[in-house]
């Protein structure tokens, strides 16, 4: 057995002290040597440009990020690990006794999960000591990112698909376990009436779906007996009609008189296929019996299916959802803010922060985002700094995590998942059709924070 | 306190069972329903397709996937779940007391992990009492899956780098952090010197890069002060030099007197502004200082920069390879290819399985990769029954797993990576080439594998 089961596959919650990159670990030993431990640290994390095609994208992976904050340490293991890294060959045991006592104890801010943004609109703000708030960069943005990433695509796919449902099937072609668990997640939240994953539903009660696969069919020497054999344990099941030839299939179920819910067409053409096999089982009287379409769908197909009326009552989207395969990285960034520095009176002294790379400037300061609404609409919204105020501007972040404790009951699956859906209400149509290259919403920076960014000089 | 710490997280061993697409658990039940609980099923993993631009694929995944295997069962929790899931409601106690005793007792073929491959080529085949080899099919495909995709992709970028070193810097974009800490391992095997994730280095023993973010430098009122502090500590650290003027920020380093073993550029034209860091440096005297650059890298930019002789000599890779973002998911399948009844003496009648529906045609029977080598390049690969044989043909696929138990050791990281660099030489030049439309390399059937599939009648 030259295996040691699971650990080079399983994360466990002692270990998320090294779930980052290195570099947040050489830097926190820096901010240690250069006497910044007292000082606090304000980041944002907001997306500097929308994968490609969307004109909105959906928050999700808060509840993950929080986790995550709660249960941050390092362990004895981890910390004799780093020890003996030859980057911390120079650091003194103080520098690990900190580490082993390590905690996040700092707030955050958060627009909700469910909520719709655009470019540049921070979603959350962490402001901690600057370690804390350093170290913990590369795990909220990957959990933040692929959330949002997959909640945007279910949330374009569900739209497309109307009043049809979407399910989410992509387990097998998600990046890894652990991926396709939050993905479904994110694809309920983003408008999905399930998944697939039983794991996901075991652990978040999302509704779980199963048909039967190719395999089923091919074990039984008949493909009838196959249908008949599972619809006898399965009668809510939905049996799979492309194993061979996909109108013979249906044909055989109209005929057998077995009693099932539904079919799945996996293959071919599934408009046409779809109006021969409602046409095939209204005759046999199976008007009840529901059609899933599944294969390689994305929000074109769908949209293009919806709108020719094909009678597809269900729809099973797995790779192109699961992945966002269109483009699947969701370009989050995390960028220092602010400074705070202990002064006299347990106050603090802020400088703004912000850097000025080409193509990779950012605006200083602790921001809120304040949306404005025109007949239950969303009109425009402003980016302002976090002690600005504007009559009819909403604030959208709210403060979740007080000295490392989150603050009040997070929401419960079902409610983000309604939220978003409210959301969705609020989105004029031009910033939901997926046929249409997107339009830019317009979000604008206050004065105030337009001044500050112009005038700062790099010394 | 609103969360359940972790639960949401992380997946743990005893959930294993329920890592699965619903429908591989609904059809476990049909399965033994129908009595089929002795019959063994034999299936195979393969990729139809590759992603977009590939030539060839690199297999990876196969040690999670048998540390899976291995360690896979339904706990008790998960049985109880599952009993209280509508459709299981007509199962009776054996059922659920068969899952209560549930354990992986198949044999696995495959090739090894590092191996470069090309379209249907079998990658793994599990034979095992049906039900056994049913309910893994979600798991392997999305760890084999998800671990090629990254693997060929990283082989990519490390080939279109030549003699330069690559490393992945992709934990932020990667589909959360088990897709982090996988997708780093397979990009190890592909050829990359290393990563940034610290988790990848503990867990595997993968080489961490860190260098700094613009954070730390922007923590400072003076960006050569955050140079200085930075290089008593990390003298081997990479000093970022984009976070206000470029190179301003390489002139203030050469200028110091600082000890660093390395610049990172991360923004603007990377060919110009390493020419012109390279004469700052040397004129300066830091002939040894490498240049690392970085920013929304991929095998076409890095090419680009080595055919121009930029002079840098380290790239960091991230989004790009964390995400194969050009074609995010592997296309593997897992296919019934035939089963196995029990007769008499203990022996076996096999009766070979296949699927027809339009473009998802499969051959049936298990099966073998054959390789011919010419001048010790790869010439051609035959795809046979695995019981023939071919004289010079070398079979690709060995047995890893009998009865359940890993039959011996497995290969180390660095093995698999050394593996995989020599399955590179073996590789004619044009299916290597990154900058020409791959051509497609010359797999075909054996003639005993086409007669018994061009023979198969549906019922």
């Known amino acids: 057995m030259g295996i040691r089961n699971d650990k080079n596959l399983v994360i466990y919650p002692d270990e998320f002290g090294l779930a980052t990159d290195y570099y947040e670990l050489t830097m926190a030993a820096a901010y240690f040597n250069s006497k910044q431990v007292q000082r606090r640290g304000v ?60 905690e996040f104890t700092g707030d955050v801010w958060a627009v909700p999960e469910g909520s719709i943004l655009f470019p540049n609109e921070p979603l959350i703000r962490v402001e901690a000591p600057i370690i804390e708030a350093q ?35 992509g387990f097998r072609r998600a990046h890894g376990p652990q991926a396709a668990l939050l993905g479904a997640r994110a694809s309920y939240i983003g408008g999905c009436a399930g998944t697939s994953n039983t794991l996901a539903g075991y652990k978040m009660g999302i509704p779980i779906f199963g048909t039967m696969a190719h395999s089923y069919i091919m074990s039984f020497e008949r493909e009838a007996d196959a249908f008949l054999e599972f619809s006898k344990v399965f009668p809510e099941g939905m049996l799979l009609v492309d194993t061979y030839d996909t109108l013979d299939a ?3 179920i109209a005929k057998s008189g077995l009693e099932t819910s539904g079919i799945r067409l996996d293959s ?13 089982l209204d005759e046999a009287g199976y008007r009840g019996t529901k059609i899933m379409a599944s294969g390689d769908l994305n929000e074109y197909i769908v949209n293009d299916l919806v709108q020719r009326h094909a009678p597809i009552d269900v729809f099973g989207v797995g790779t192109e959802l699961a992945t966002s395969r269109d483009d699947p990285a969701m370009n989050g960034v995390y960028k220092l803010v602010a400074v705070k520095d202990p002064a006299e009176n347990g106050s603090y002294r802020i400088i703004y922060k912000l850097k000025t790379s ?30 600005e105020s504007f009559s009819d501007g909403i604030p959208l972040m709210n403060m979740v995590m007080e000295k490392g404790v989150v603050k009040s009951r ?16 609020t989105l004029p149509l031009q910033f939901r059709k997926i046929d249409l290259v997107p339009e830019k919403f317009p979000v604008k920076y206050s004065d105030k924070l337009e001044k500050i960014t112009s005038t700062f000089r790099p010394q």
């Open 410 to 425: 997070l929401p419960t699956l079902d409610e983000i998942k309604g939220f978003h859906a409210s959301q969705m209400e």
């Open 135 to 169: 170290v913990v960069e590369t795990f909220l943005l990957s959990t933040i990112n692929f959330q949002s990433l997959i909640a945007t695509k279910a949330s374009r796919i569900t739209a497309a698909a109307g009043n049809k449902q979407v399910i989410e099937f």
């Open 268 to 280: 071919g053409d599934l408009y046409a296929l779809s109006v021969e096999s409602r046409k095939i």
């Open 43 to 102: 980041f944002e994390l907001f997306v500097r440009k929308l994968p490609r095609n969307r004109a909105y994208m959906v928050v999700a992976g808060l509840e993950q990020a929080l986790s995550y904050l709660t249960d941050l340490k390092f362990s004895e293991d981890v910390i004799s690990f780093l020890r003996k890294e030859k980057s911390f060959s120079k650091m003194e045991d103080d520098f690990f006794e900190y580490l082993r006592r390590f």
């Open 250 to 252: 249906v044909r055989k």
């Open 358 to 387: 080409p193509g990779k400037k950012t605006y200083a300061g602790p921001k809120q985002v304040f949306r404005f609404y025109e007949d239950g609409l969303v009109n425009f919204d402003i980016i302002g700094l976090d002690n």
